[in-house]
């Protein structure tokens, strides 16, 4: 069994990965598209950052959140309308049928990744301001 290439040898990404003994080509899973609610969340993270109303603030992530999740997944309906591969390698096109229910798991995992994402950065920042609050240095008297 050969493990990694040697040196001189080039990484070949055209012919695909092979898994097993038999040599066939293994199914290489998309890669769920983060930019989007990575940007968004930055926007949250800038627009409530010195607000005091924590309503507010809950209602702003959950929109926010929710907001991501529908650009999120509409970006992965345009990679598969466009047929652009996430995997960022070479697409295996030899017969291949796309299956729509396949890419609508994908828009739907791709919408609730970019969801969690956004209340995730949300609730570590605010982690991380709750403990740094803690942490600070007071002046003695």
């Not at 959950?62 to 999740?69: F, H, N, P, Q, Y």
């Not at 017969?95 to 950065?121: D, H, K, R, W």
């Amino acid at each position: 069994m050969k493990i990694g290439y040697k040196c001189g040898e080039s990484l070949n990404l055209e012919k695909g990965f092979t898994s097993g003994k038999n040599g066939r080509k293994a199914k290489q899973l998309p890669q769920v598209p983060i930019l989007i609610p990575l940007i968004i969340a930055g926007a949250l993270l800038g627009s409530v950052w010195s607000s005091k109303d924590l309503v507010a603030v809950w209602k702003k992530t959950v929109l926010a959140a929710t907001v991501s999740g529908i650009l999120n997944a509409g970006y992965a309906w345009l990679l598969g309308f466009l047929k652009i591969s996430t995997t960022g390698l070479i697409a295996n096109v030899t017969g291949a049928i796309p299956s729509t229910n396949n890419n609508l798991v994908f828009m739907a995992s791709c919408g609730v990744a970019a969801f969690l994402i956004v209340v995730i950065v949300y609730l570590s920042a605010l982690g991380m301001m709750r403990y740094r609050r803690g942490k600070t240095l007071e002046p003695e008297e």
